[in-house]
Nanobody, 121 residues
């Protein structure tokens, strides 16, 4: 089992920045791929970014540029830096873990509870 706890969400103005954190515990999470997904109100959950166990990064087409995923295996932490926030970035952001990277949420085995990000103008 892998437990994931997200933090760092909140209310931020348009154009601002946030860094989300995901604390992982349980199995050897350093060998897992990790990802950030988000789900806006009334929308489907979508991939933001993923990072393999070796550090290779993957971004959804619309996310590259303003989002940056990173991991610290020594601390079992995964981060998502979000810059130049837009109102459409308002969503619950979820951390996920799985043995392999996938662009599809159904392929990810473990999920956190999510952290709310609200962008106001």
């Amino acid at each position: 089992q892998v437990q994931l706890v997200e933090s760092g969400g909140g209310l931020v103005q348009t154009g601002g920045s946030l860094r989300l954190s995901c604390a992982a515990s349980g199995r050897t999470v350093s060998s897992y791929a990790m990802a950030w997904f988000r789900q806006g109100l009334g929308k489907e959950r979508e991939l933001v970014a993923a990072i393999g166990w070796s550090g290779s990064t993957f971004y959804a087409d619309s996310m590259e540029g303003r989002f940056a995923i990173s991991r610290d295996n020594a601390k079992n932490l995964v981060y998502l830096q979000v810059n130049s926030l837009l109102s459409e970035d308002t969503a619950v952001y979820f951390c996920a873990a799985s043995p392999r990277v996938s662009y599809h949420d159904v392929d990810w085995e473990y999920w956190g509870q999510g952290t709310q990000v609200t962008v106001s103008s």
